[in-house]
């Protein structure tokens, strides 16, 4: 065979070797050999590829299952799976009201739907509330939202905002941090809402109890409080603020919606109604009914100041350690405790006209309208006036009408009265009168005392003494019972050295319209050595410096001195002269010279000499002159 046909031969030959090859290729290729694999970049590239307007739903077990819309919707290199566009996801719950809304511009979520990161103009709802945030981060797991980012939120009756936040939904606690600010709505239409400033927040839905704290400022209306930490709790609907507790450097300034009490000039009260309440304490504890301007209890402790303003400018202030006040739905006081170095103040529209209670506790129960005021140690129970002050262990107060009831080591300080007003008894309007007794009730509507108990009542040198003692504030009557003794000092005319009046009765009595005192039953005059008994004794005051002028002595009068007696039924004695001038058959019975009878005796106590005098045929005058 020739060269020729032999390579012909040959090409054939490999020609078909190479069908041969070609055709076994694609009938293991069809069968499912492998391919060479494209690049990394490649797939990463396919694997972020963005599809338009996606809808999907991925069940998460027997618990929940989430519903996602969003514009588009891609899985990211950083394994997370994202949302764009108008996102909104639905955390369905099985358990009822537990369902979670969330929105955003930008979602990010693992493949779980564990962590949730929405960006943009992102909210939340849960319930009735409402977040929002430019960032929220959202564990499903554990049900916890947090952003520091800046918040604000809202529900049916609070909202508010703050730097950053943390709420735990299944516990639901909520807690913010950095410019606080809560805006918390009422119930009532016409009310205005509460709104809270400060640096933190604590809030626990299932107690509803929060806590507000760092610089915490309140306002309500023109109400506003201030306190470093304020602890609050809602009531059972989470509607209303139950209690509020300020604490450290606490204030509160209250004004009542709507209400404003103008006393008036006669209205002697202590706790007249006021629509303004000052409140200070190192602790204030505030319990309303259904508003927030409906004020049902306060509670100050640590140097605690209340005061009730009217608007005339009027006020009432009380101090206390400790301060507690309950008030019924109109505003009414129906219990009230201050407790160590306690007092309270009234202040009216004039500088002078001022009430003051002082006392370790001063007390008002609910059953009764009594003020109790209690002393204590240095803490002397005291009610003081422009015209009074009274001291004593216990004294009680009639709220209604101002009566007093006064037990206990009473002391009174009458005050100096001014030229218009009746002196009291015996005693000058220039000074003032101390008394002393072991009770005393005093009749606010009548202005009269009643002491009782061995009652001492004195006045510079001037002292009265009796088992009770009855004055009359208004008009200056005066009235003593039991025991009565008096001591009234007396400078005769062109002499120096002073005299005193001892006298004593059953029974005196103050006209103011004569000046006049008078001493009944078992009467006895003491004057230098001459002791003088008669069944009244009258004492003429002078109008203006309230001096002896006269006394008069009448019925069985009897003039005892060393020498023996006189008797007569009247006897007129003479300050000035000091002289006694006994009248109405009057004689003498001296234990060595015998019977001495006249018309009229005059006794010279300065001296001793006797002056007999008879009218008459014979007149005739003798004098009997005795050794002082």
């Known amino acids: 065979m020739g060269f020729q046909k032999t390579m012909k031969i040959a090409v054939a030959v490999l020609l078909l070797i190479v069908l041969a090859v070609i055709a076994r290729h694609l009938l293991t290729s069809s069968q499912g050999e492998a391919l060479i ?22 069940w998460k077990g027997a618990e929940e299952y989430v519903k ?21 996801v639905v955390f369905f719950k099985r358990r009822e009201g537990r369902d979670i809304f969330l929105n955003g511009d930008r979602v990010s979520h693992d493949k779980d739907w564990n962590q949730i990161i929405s960006s943009g103009q992102a909210s939340a709802r849960f319930k009735d509330l409402t977040i929002e945030s430019i960032l929220l981060n959202y564990d499903n797991k554990k049900e916890v939202f947090r952003t520091d980012k800046g918040i604000l939120f809202s529900s049916q009756r609070l909202e508010g905002s703050a730097q950053n936040m943390v709420y735990w939904m299944k516990q639901e606690r909520l807690q913010l941090r950095e410019n606080v600010r809560l805006r918390i709505k009422p119930k009532r239409e016409t009310s205005v809402p509460l709104e809270v400033w400060g640096k933190r927040l604590d809030y626990d839905e299932k107690t509803k ?59 002697s009260s202590f706790f007249v109604q006021s ?31 209340v005061k009730f303003i009217s608007s005339n400018g009027s006020f009432t202030h009380v101090r206390g350690e400790s301060v507690e006040f309950e008030f019924d739905t109109e505003g009414e006081l129906t219990r009230f405790l201050a407790s160590k ?9 004039g500088p002078d006209e001022q009430q003051m209670i002082e006392g370790h506790t001063i007390a008002k129960d609910r059953e009764s309208d009594i003020l109790w005021v209690t002393g204590k140690g240095a803490y002397e129970a005291r009610i003081g006036s422009p015209d009074r002050d009274v001291f004593a262990k216990d004294i009680a107060i009639s709220l209604e009408n101002d009566n007093l009831e006064v037990k206990k080591g009473v002391k009174v300080i009458l005050k100096s009265k001014s030229d218009e007003e009746s002196a009291i008894g015996m005693f ?11 009770e005393m009730r005093y009749m606010a509507e009548e202005r009269r005392f009643l002491f009782n108990g061995d009652v001492r009542a004195w006045q510079e040198k001037k002292l009265l003494r009796a088992s009770e003692i009855v004055i009359d504030d208004k008009t200056g009557n005066m009235i003593c019972t039991g025991g009565v003794e008096s001591l009234i000092p007396h400078t005769p005319k062109g002499q120096e050295e002073e005299e005193q009046l001892k006298i004593s009765s059953e029974r005196m009595t103050y006209i103011p319209e004569e000046n006049r005192v008078t001493y009944l039953e078992k009467s006895t005059l003491r004057i230098k050595e001459a002791i003088l008994t008669a069944r009244s004794i009258s004492l003429y005051l002078d109008e203006e410096e309230n001096d002896v002028q006269k006394l008069v002595a009448r019925d069985k009068v009897i003039i005892q001195q060393e020498w023996g007696e006189a008797y007569g039924e009247e006897a007129v ?18 234990r060595n010279k015998g019977k001495t009878q006249g018309d009229k005796l005059t006794f010279y106590l300065a001296d001793g000499r006797i002056r007999v005098e008879n009218k008459g045929k014979e007149r005739s005058v003798t004098v009997i002159k005795r050794e002082t």
Do not use: C, W
């Open 428 to 438: 000058s309007k220039e000074h003032p009168v101390f008394i002393q007794a072991e």
């Open 209 to 267: 109890r929060g806590q507000v704290e760092g610089d915490v400022q309140l306002f309500h209306g023109e109400s506003r409080a201030s306190a470093e930490v304020v602890r609050f709790e809602l009531s059972p609907d989470g509607e209303q603020i139950k209690t509020l507790i300020l604490e450290k450097n606490a204030r509160a300034y209250l004004v009542a919606e709507g209400k404003e009490t103008t006393p008036s000039q006669d209205d």
């Open 573 to 590: 004695y003479n300050p000035e002269e000091e002289s006694l001038v006994l009248l109405g058959n009057p004689f003498l019975m001296d």
């Open 37 to 58: 694999p494209a690049k990394k970049e490649e797939i990463a590239q396919q694997k972020i590829e963005k599809k338009e307007k996606g809808e999907y739903i991925e």
């Open 68 to 88: 996602a819309k969003a514009d588009r919707h891609f899985a990211g290199e950083d394994d997370k799976y994202y949302l764009e566009g108008q996102v909104e």
């Open 275 to 305: 629509a303004r309440r000052d409140i200070e304490a190192r602790e204030i504890a505030l319990k309303f009914f259904e508003e927030i301007s409906e004020l049902n209890e306060v509670r100050a402790t640590g140097g605690a100041s």
């Open 341 to 349: 170095s306690a007092s309270v103040t009234k202040q009216g529209e």
